[in-house]
C-alpha cells in the first residue's frame, strides 16, 4: 500500500501520515524502559516500517539513556543516501547514566541544549538532525523560553539540525518562540482517550504553519488488538507500564472498553483496532502524522494501515458516541461538526 504524505508545517519536508516511534527501543534499565529488548530486533523492525513505506523515525536522547539513539544511528548506517529515513529526536530531558532510575531533570539552559545535539549527533552518526525538539518545558533552571529557543535558531544556522520543534508546549509558550523563529514542528499528546490538544495546540499550530506530529496514539499498546489487562502480570519488571496508573483500576477498565468499541469499525474497515485508533488522530485538521511505536517487525503491520486509512462521517460519529457511552478522557470528540 502507498502511504499518504503531508507537509510537515510550512517548512518541512513531506512525511509519511505515520512514523516509528522508538521509544521501545531503547530497551530496560532505566525508569520509563520497556523491558528488555534485542537490538537486531529493534533494526529489522526499523527496516520492515522503511520498506513499508514509513520515511520518518522519532527518538530521543533520553530513551534508553542514549541507546534508542544509538540504535537508529546502526539503523541508520543500512540505508542508502536516497533511502535513508527522516530523523527526528529531542532535548532537555538531562539524565545520569550513573541513576538510571531517577527521573531526568528538564533542563533547556543553552549550554545543555548545545552539549545534547552534539551527542545526538554522535549516537545517530548523522551530520545534521532532521527535526530537533525540546522534549518538555523547562522546569528546574527559570531559563527563560527566549533563551532556549535562541539556541535552536543557532543550531539552525550552524546546520546542526534542519528544523526545530517543541514537544508538549501550552499555547503561552508556542507563542513566546514563535516571536524568535519560527515552530517548525510540535509534538502534543493525542489519542482517542487524550483529546485535550485538539482544543488548543493543535488549532493553533494549523494557524501559524507548524506542523503536528502526535504521540500516544495507540496509548502505549492500549489501543491494540492484542492487549489484554492480564497481559500487563507478563511485562518485564522494569517495563513502566506495570505501574503507571494509565494501566491501573478504572483508568484501564475504561480504556479498554473504549478500545473494544472500535473493533466494529475495524472488522467494517477491514483493518486492525491500532489502525482505527491511529487513523482517528490523522482526521483531525492540522495533524501531520503520528508517531506509533513497535519492538518487532509484525508489530508494524498492526499500525501501517492506518497510513492510508480515511475514516468516514459514520466511523468518527460512532467514535464520539463510544466515547460518550463509556465516558473516558476529555477534550473534543470528534473533529468537524458534532451529529445532530
Excluded at 64 to 72: A, M, R, Y
Excluded at 188 to 214: C, L, M, Q
Excluded at 311 to 322: F, K, N, P, Q, V
Amino acid at each position: 500500500m502507498e502511504l499518504t504524505r503531508r507537509r510537515l508545517g510550512t517548512t518541512g519536508p513531506e512525511i509519511t501520515t505515520v512514523g516509528f516511534g522508538s521509544w521501545a527501543v531503547g530497551g530496560g534499565g532505566w525508569l520509563f524502559g520497556w523491558g528488555p529488548q534485542d537490538d537486531a530486533t529493534s533494526i529489522a523492525a526499523i527496516r520492515h516500517a522503511a520498506a513499508s513505506g514509513v520515511n520518518w523515525i522519532d527518538t530521543a536522547a533520553v530513551y534508553g539513556l542514549g541507546h534508542s539513539e544509538e540504535v537508529v544511528g546502526r539503523a541508520l548506517r543500512t540505508f542508502t543516501a536516497g533511502e535513508r529515513p527522516f530523523v527526528f529526536t529531542k532535548a532537555g530531558e538531562v539524565f545520569d547514566p550513573a541513576r538510571p532510575f531517577e527521573e531526568a531533570v528538564h533542563s533547556l539552559q543553552p549550554a545543555s541544549i548545545r552539549r545534547e545535539v552534539e551527542a545526538s549527533l554522535r549516537r545517530l552518526r548523522v551530520e545534521r538532525i532532521d527535526l530537533y525538539q525540546f522534549h518538555w518545558p523547562d522546569d528546574v533552571t527559570g531559563t527563560p523560553v527566549e533563551e532556549s529557543w535562541t539556541e535552536m535558531g543557532r543550531l539552525v544556522d550552524e546546520g546542526k539540525i534542519w528544523l526545530a520543534g517543541v514537544c508538549n508546549f501550552d499555547v503561552e509558550l508556542l507563542e513566546r518562540c514563535e516571536a524568535i523563529h519560527h515552530v517548525a514542528s510540535l509534538q502534543p499528546p493525542f489519542s482517542v482517550i487524550r483529546r485535550a490538544a485538539a482544543a488548543d495546540v493543535i488549532p493553533w499550530a494549523a494557524e501559524h504553519g507548524t506542523g503536528v506530529i502526535v504521540y500516544g496514539t495507540m496509548l502505549h499498546g492500549v489501543l491494540t488488538d492484542a492487549f489484554t489487562a492480564e497481559g500487563l502480570a507478563t511485562l518485564a519488571d522494569d517495563d513502566w507500564r506495570r505501574h503507571d496508573d494509565l494501566f491501573k483500576g478504572s483508568s484501564l477498565s475504561s480504556s479498554l472498553a473504549l478500545r473494544d468499541a472500535l473493533r466494529a469499525i475495524a472488522r467494517r474497515r477491514g483493518t486492525t483496532v491500532e489502525a482505527v485508533a491511529v487513523a482517528w488522530t490523522l482526521a483531525w485538521p492540522g495533524v501531520t502524522g503520528a508517531i506509533v511505536g513497535a519492538r518487532r517487525a509484525e508489530q508494524v503491520d498492526g499500525w501501517i494501515p492506518a497510513g492510508s486509512l480515511e475514516l468516514g462521517t459514520e466511523d468518527l460519529d460512532e467514535i464520539a458516541a463510544a466515547i460518550q457511552r463509556v465516558g473516558v478522557g476529555s477534550g473534543p470528540l470528534r473533529p468537524g461538526p458534532a451529529p445532530q
